[in-house]
C-alpha cells in the first residue's frame, strides 16, 4: 500500500510539472505582444523595449520558464501586469470565494446523487428509474450557463427569491453568502447530480448482477438491504472516482458560473486577466486548476484502492 501511495504521488508531481509546461507554452503562443498590449498601440518601440526589459520578456521562454518554475516552487506566484500587486494577494481571497460555493455545492449534490442513485438501483425498471434517468439524461444535455440563466430567469426575475447577482465580500456573513450563492449553488448541483446519479446507479447494478448477491436474493433479504449492505461496499471505487471528477469540476470548472453571475472567484479572475492579457495571472489560475484536479484525482485513485482489497495486492 505504501509503496502504490508513493507511486500515486510521484505520477501527480510528474503530470503536474508537465501540466505547468503545458501552461506556459500555451501562454507563451498567443498571439500578439504582452508589452504592446499593456501600452496600447500608440506606443512608441523606445517604451514597448523598456517595457519588455522591466518585465524580462528580452528573455529566451526557457530562461522565464525556470524563472517562474523556481518562483512557484518558493510560494512566489508573480506580479499581476495589470495592476503591479502580487498575484497570491489576489487570488487566496478568491480562492477562499471558490472553495465556499464548490463546497455549497458539494455538500447539496454527493449526498442526493448517492441516494438518488442508490433508489433508481433498488427500483430499477420502475416509473422513478425512468423518470431519474430521463432528467439526468436532460440535465447532461444542456450547458450550465444556459441552466444558470433559466434560474435567474425563473428565481431572481420572476419569483424574486434570490438575487442575480452572487457578489459577496470579506464583510459578508455566513448566511448572507449561503443566499446569495443560491443561484450559483443550484446551477453547479444540477449540472454534476446527473453524472454522478448515472454512474452510481450504473455500479451498483454491475455489481447486482454477481452470484453472490443472487444467493443474498434466494436468502429472501429484502432487496434495499441487499443494495446498501452487500452492492454498495463493493461498487465504491467507480463511485469515489466520479464524486471526485465532479468534485474537481466544481472547482476547475467553475468558471462560466462565475461570469454568469459575476461572483469573484478564480473563475471570473481568470477571465478578467484574459481579458486584460495579464499572462502571470492565467498562468497561475491555470496551475491552480490543474493542481486541483491532479490531486482530487490522486486522492480518489487511493481511496479506491483502500476500499477495494483485490487492488491492494498484486495477483
Not at 87 to 99: G, Q
Not at 240 to 246: E, G, K, P, Q, R
Not at 250 to 266: C, H, K, M
Request: proline share 5%.
Amino acid at each position: 500500500m505504501k509503496k502504490r501511495i508513493l507511486q500515486r504521488i510521484l505520477t501527480g508531481i510528474i503530470t503536474l510539472w508537465l501540466v505547468s509546461v503545458l501552461i506556459f507554452i500555451g501562454t507563451e503562443m498567443l498571439p500578439g505582444d504582452v508589452a504592446t498590449a499593456i501600452l496600447g498601440q500608440s506606443a512608441t518601440p523606445e517604451t514597448v523595449a523598456a517595457l519588455r526589459l522591466q518585465l524580462g520578456l528580452d528573455e529566451p521562454s526557457v530562461v522565464r520558464y525556470l524563472h517562474w518554475l523556481a518562483g512557484i516552487m518558493h510560494g512566489d506566484l508573480g506580479h499581476s501586469l495589470a495592476n503591479g500587486r502580487a498575484i497570491s494577494d489576489e487570488l487566496l481571497p478568491r480562492l477562499a470565494n471558490t472553495l465556499f460555493l464548490a463546497g455549497y455545492a458539494a455538500i447539496i449534490a454527493i449526498p442526493l446523487a448517492v441516494g438518488l442513485g442508490i433508489a433508481a438501483a433498488i427500483w430499477r425498471g420502475s416509473v422513478f428509474d425512468r423518470l431519474a434517468n430521463t432528467l439526468t439524461l436532460i440535465s447532461i444535455s444542456v450547458p450550465e450557463f444556459f441552466v444558470g440563466y433559466i434560474l435567474v430567469i425563473a428565481f431572481a426575475i420572476r419569483l424574486t427569491w434570490f438575487p442575480s447577482l452572487a457578489m459577496v465580500d470579506s464583510s459578508s456573513s455566513f448566511i448572507d453568502r449561503l443566499y446569495i450563492c443560491t443561484l450559483p449553488m443550484l446551477t453547479l448541483t444540477l449540472v454534476v447530480l446527473a453524472h454522478m446519479l448515472r454512474m452510481t446507479r450504473a455500479s451498483v447494478t454491475a455489481v447486482m448482477a454477481s452470484p453472490y448477491i443472487e444467493s443474498a436474493v434466494l436468502k429472501g433479504i429484502p432487496r434495499w438491504r441487499i443494495v446498501v449492505a452487500h452492492a454498495l461496499p463493493n461498487a465504491l471505487a467507480p463511485i469515489i472516482n466520479v464524486v471526485a471528477f465532479n468534485l474537481a469540476y466544481l472547482v476547475v470548472g467553475v468558471i462560466l458560473v462565475e461570469v454568469v453571475f459575476v461572483y469573484p472567484g478564480i473563475g471570473q479572475y481568470m477571465v478578467d486577466a484574459v481579458t486584460k492579457r495579464d499572462l502571470p495571472v492565467v498562468q497561475a489560475c491555470g496551475l491552480l486548476f490543474g493542481g486541483t484536479y491532479i490531486f482530487l484525482n490522486t486522492t480518489a485513485d487511493l481511496l479506491a484502492i483502500w476500499c477495494n482489497p483485490r487492488l491492494r495486492h498484486a495477483r
